[in-house]
């Protein structure tokens, strides 16, 4: 029972920097509870992998390849960031913000990243 409204994707060229939102329907980082938000992305052909991710206690997991590019952040709510600079072509993929909430999944729409010059 949440949904995901993400925004901030488009056409960068490489180098170029880019900053996700994502917005949850329910106060995710306010109540008591193992709660997070992140993000994965699903490039043409390839398995989705998981991007960043923030917990309730603001523990954060990046995967290796954009360690030192990407930061995920969080306000006090149900809203997630991901600043995402020096853009590579190989970023280019469809971003999914996903959360759980009381123990179950959910996912955004995706949003399009697109890195080419």
């Known amino acids: 029972q949440v949904q995901l409204v993400e925004s901030g994707g488009g056409l960068v060229q490489p180098g170029g920097s880019l900053r996700l939102s994502c917005a949850a329907s329910?106060?995710?980082?306010?109540?008591?509870?193992?709660?997070?938000m992140g993000w994965y992305r699903q490039a043409p052909g390839k398995q989705r992998e998981l991007v960043a991710l923030i917990t309730t206690g603001g523990a954060t997991n990046y995967a290796d390849s954009v360690k030192g590019r990407f930061t995920i952040s969080r306000d006090n709510k149900n809203t997630v960031y991901l600043q995402m600079n020096s853009l590579k072509p190989e970023d280019t993929a469809v971003y999914y913000c996903?959360?759980?909430?009381?123990?179950?999944?959910?996912w955004g729409q995706g949003t399009q990243v697109t890195v080419s010059s």
């Open positions: 996903t959360a759980r909430w009381d123990g179950t999944d959910y």
């Open positions: 329910r106060s995710i980082f306010s109540i008591a509870a193992n709660n997070a």
